[in-house]
């Protein structure tokens, strides 16, 4: 995910990061590579590419809470 263009970053990491969220599959692990490129969009140097990583990543540990 090195897209220079801002538009194109947040759509793969919306993308990406709604089908690491989905309830019940382990796709983190089967798709190592790709979950780590997700992860590093944390350092993304917008505000709001790191803001949706953090969402993506906060619906599968909300829904572990409420179990």
């Known amino acids: 995910m090195q897209a220079d263009q801002l538009d194109t970053r947040l759509r793969a990491v919306r993308l990406v990061g709604s089908l690491f969220a989905l309830p019940g599959a382990n796709i983190c692990e089967a798709f190592q590579p790709i979950f780590s490129e997700f992860l590093k969009r944390l350092t993304d140097r917008v505000v709001d590419v790191r803001m ?16």
């Open 52 to 67: 949706s990583v953090l969402e993506h990543v906060k619906i599968p540990l909300d829904l572990r809470l409420l179990k």
